[in-house]
C-alpha cells in the first residue's frame, strides 16, 4: 500500500508558475507508476501526466505537454509537477494518484490517491 499527500497548491496570477509535490509512504514506491490529475467544479476528474516507476518514462494529455512536466525522486518518494504559464482554466483541485497498471490513464486504474490540492488562477 501507499499513502499519498499532495502539497504546493495555492493562488497565482495568470502567466505564473506552481510546483506541486506528492509525498508518498511506503517501501515500493519506484514500483509505482504515478501520475496527476485534476477535477474542476461540474467536470469530470482528468488525467494530466504519468511517470513510470524505475524508468522514469513520462506521458502526458497532448493539451498539457510543454507547459506542465512531471518528475519524480524515489530515493525521497516524491513526484511533482511543474505548471508554467497557468490560465484561469487551469483552476482544480489537483490530485496524485499511484498504480501498478502500466500504463494508465484512466482514474479507475488508480488504486491510491492524494486528497488534493487546491490551484486557483485568478487575477
Known amino acids: 500500500q501507499v499513502h499519498l499527500v499532495e502539497s504546493g497548491g495555492g493562488l497565482v496570477l495568470p502567466g505564473g508558475s506552481l510546483r506541486l509535490n506528492c509525498a508518498a509512504s511506503?517501501?515500493?514506491?519506484?514500483?509505482?507508476?504515478m501520475a496527476w490529475f485534476r477535477q474542476a467544479p461540474g467536470k469530470e476528474r482528468e488525467f494530466l501526466a504519468g511517470?513510470?516507476?524505475?524508468?522514469?518514462?513520462?506521458y502526458y494529455l497532448e493539451s498539457m505537454k510543454g507547459r506542465f512536466t512531471i518528475s519524480r525522486d524515489n530515493a525521497r518518494n516524491t513526484v511533482h509537477l511543474q505548471m508554467n504559464n497557468l490560465k484561469p482554466e487551469d483552476t482544480a483541485v489537483y490530485y496524485c494518484?499511484?498504480?501498478?497498471?502500466?500504463?494508465?490513464?484512466?482514474?479507475?486504474?488508480?488504486?491510491?490517491w492524494g486528497q488534493g490540492t487546491q490551484v486557483t488562477v485568478s487575477s
Open positions: 511506503g517501501r515500493t514506491f519506484s514500483s509505482y507508476l
Open positions: 511517470i513510470t516507476g524505475n524508468t522514469n518514462d513520462t
Open positions: 494518484a499511484a498504480t501498478t497498471a502500466v500504463p494508465a490513464r484512466e482514474s479507475n486504474r488508480f488504486s491510491y
